[in-house]
């Protein structure tokens, strides 16, 4: 095995050292109150450390907008300003979603989820097919993976290890509920032995990862927004089907498990332009259930199909 790939962190007497103490710390206080708190408490309070965290992170802010003003030319600013407030707050929630993802006991996360509509994905499984779940960077994203698995069809997910091993031991520990595994990011190979096995593969194909591996296509507005191969690669030499996925959180603060159809019938898996394209589709139609609950602090458009243009220079 290379350098760069991990293996499963295990505990160890040097993860208590000193140095080590406050990831310890602050773990253990967000296990305690996502754990004491109700959860109509932990959702106020989340949205409440995000509503605040707007003061604090104006070039976010800044990036959400412009991000809502690429992909959404037609909308009004007031409607603009009013996603990226709500963005904002759901960004705050993260950090209590994942608290709950990381230390609710099985029962009690049971009670927040909704399994919406996954007979596509229960029928791929009955068959022992393997399935590339493409779900998105949504905020609740910790919840959604685990929700998988709890509702009987956990999959792997890519992972990075963190520089910190604490860090990395609780993060591991947090992601790996409920028969959810996690693979290195890096590792494409066992990727695609994990989907030629039967299993579902968690695959997030809606952000700029940079000019490799990547094609320009529409996403939203932009026509030529970057986006990963990667789909299609993983697709073409597994031979698995392909199903969006996503797991919003409703009105009633509950959360939404959905994975409802097959797509790989017309997808063109040798032509990595017009899968880049097809996918982008129902990637938007994924974000467009709830786009208030999309990474759009993350810079969508900064990579540029003219490789003499600056990058970020939509963001100037």
């Known amino acids: 095995m290379s ?35 109700p959860y109509r408490m932990l959702l106020s309070l989340g949205r409440t450390l995000g509503h605040l965290g707007m003061r604090y992170g104006k070039g976010r802010v800044h990036v959400a907008t412009r991000n ?11 409607e603009i300003q009013h996603i990226v407030e709500e963005n904002f707050k759901n960004t705050g929630m993260a950090l209590i ?20 509509d996954l007979v596509a994905l229960r029928e791929k499984a009955a068959e022992g097919k393997g399935v590339l779940l493409c779900c ?26 963190h520089n910190n091993p604490a860090y990395n031991f609780i993060q591991y520990w947090g992601r790996t509920h409920n028969g959810n595994k996690l693979i290195d990011r890096k590792d494409v190979k066992q990727m695609i032995r994990v989907l030629r096995s039967g299993e579902r593969l968690f695959y997030l194909p ?8 990547s094609v320009f296509v529409p996403f939203f ?15 073409y030499t597994s031979k698995c089907s392909i199903i969006p996925g996503s797991g919003f959180r409703n009105g009633d603060g509950k959360y939404e498990i959905i994975a409802d159809k097959c797509i790989e019938a017309d997808y063109p898996k040798k032509d990595e332009v017009a899968a880049a394209a097809y996918m982008n589709t129902f990637v938007e139609e994924v974000i467009l259930r709830a786009p208030e609950q999309w990474m759009w602090l993350h810079k969508r458009y900064k990579t540029m199909a003219d490789e003499t243009a600056p990058k970020g220079i939509r963001y100037k």
């Open 97 to 116: 979603e994942t608290g709950i993802t990381w230390f609710w006991p099985t029962w009690r996360f049971k009670t927040l989820i909704i399994e919406k």
């Open 68 to 78: 809502l003003e690429l992909a959404f030319p037609d909308k009004a600013p007031e």
């Open 206 to 213: 809606d952000h700029d990862y940079g000019r490799n591996k």
């Open 3 to 37: 350098k760069d790939k991990f293996t499963k962190p295990e505990f160890s007497l040097s993860l208590i050292h000193p140095r080590n103490w406050g990831v310890w710390l602050g773990f253990g206080f967000l296990a305690i109150v996502v754990n004491i708190l």
């Open 221 to 235: 507005a932009i026509e030529d927004a970057c986006t990963t191969t990667g789909t299609s690669i993983l697709a």
């Open 136 to 161: 998105v960077h949504a905020l609740n994203l910790e919840i959604t993976a685990r929700a998988f698995g709890v509702l009987g069809v956990a999959g792997y997910g890519a992972f990075r290890p």
